[in-house]
């Protein structure tokens, strides 16, 4: 599976991705063709290369020569639904302007409606958002990765004001992904480059097992002391081997709560967003028979999950760490039968399918309206 690994050792931006993209072998006159189709006029798009502390990459600049509205997330929606670009820049575009917007309500305290694009929403963001992922879409990308993100430190001047580093924005776009603060007095991670990479990547951790065939240097503004202001991306096969992500465990030992409890606990814990939930029987202190309560859960959804367990059992506190996964790509699909059609989820390794498990819903569905066992629809299936 073509994959690209953004190490973003010095933060992202918007234009550091397209730098990185196209210093790793974007056609670059082929990729200012698609972006001429959104059809925004007063701007300039080139690309140079050069140095950040002596290490060499692409600076792509878009430059502004006519005054630009302030848009609003429906304009820019839009903007964007009427280029003739493909309906996957189209869809991924949209919902990377969504992501920001509704940071930028929650950072500023209004409906995502009234958000004003200013600096994040300007033409050049715009072209950063939309190019960045037709520029992967080019690439034959189709698996994105990240590392933890570099923040900064320091403070950063908006329209709005002077606000630490990170921004606002980037620190509601954040939320549930892995990220630091260094200890360079610099804005290095935008909230175009966390809206972008949140919102693409699948998971965010250590450089995968994977065959590197192109790397690429997309260089940021402004020299830094400290180190290369650049993002690198690696782009390469990861065929054979499995997806992989992060997760939070929650968990509590409880001894002393009706048992009848616990099947209402596990399905609210479920609808609020819990990957999977599970109890172990225990034997606790003073040798009293009990139940670990387990939740597994994106880091997203920790706060609502740990607020279920102590609103809903009895314990006094909970446990909470973080589990790496390798798990098989997925996909869905639909199966005739004579009994009607039942989804099958289907394992994939590098593309190719290594197992496939009937949807147990649709087969009880299934044997409920046929009126046969459960097992005869299964057997027609595996």
Known sequence: MKTVYFDCFCGISGDMVLGA???????????????????????????????????????????VTQPQPARHLAEIEKLIGRAKISPYAKEKSIAVFRRLAEAEAKAHGVSVEKVHFHEVGAVDSIIDIVGSI??????????????????????????HGTFPVPAPAT??????????????????????????????????????????????????????????????????????????????????NIDDMDPRIYEYVMERLLKAGAVDVWLTPIVMKKSRPGI?????????????????????????????????RRKLARDFKEVSTKYGKVSVKVGL??????????????????????????????????
């Open 292 to 324: 670990t309560l387990s939740a597994m859960a994106d880091a997203s959804k920790t706060s609502t999950l740990v607020d279920i367990i102590m609103a809903e059992t009895t314990t006094f506190g909970v446990r909470i760490y973080e589990a790496s």
């Open 21 to 63: 993209l196209t210093d790793a072998g974007l056609d670059f006159k082929a990729w200012l063709a698609e972006v001429e189709k959104l059809g925004l006029n007063g701007t300039a798009i080139s690309k140079k290369k050069v140095k950040r502390a002596g290490l060499a990459g692409t600076k792509v600049t878009v430059k």
């Open 171 to 252: 620190a509601a776009l954040i939320k549930g992904f892995p990220a630091y603060a260094s200890e360079i007095k610099a804005e290095l991670t935008t909230p175009t480059g966390a809206a972008l990479i949140t919102a693409l990547a699948e998971s965010a951790g250590p450089m995968p097992q994977m065959t590197s065939e192109k790397t690429g240097y997309g260089a940021g503004d402004r020299e830094l002391p400290e180190m290369p202001n650049m993002l690198r991306v690696f782009i390469g096969e990861t065929a054979g081997s499995y997806e992989q992500d992060t997760v939070s465990i929650i968990e509590a």
């Open 349 to 382: 390794i590098g593309g190719k399918a290594v197992k496939a498990v009937p949807e147990y819903e649709d087969v009880k569905a299934a044997a409920m309206k046929a009126g046969r066992p459960f097992r005869e629809i299964l057997d027609t299936l595996v």
């Open 134 to 159: 037709i520029a992967l879409e080019m690439l034959g990308i189709k698996s994105i990765l990240s590392s933890p993100l570099n923040l900064g430190s320091g403070t950063v001047r908006f329209s």
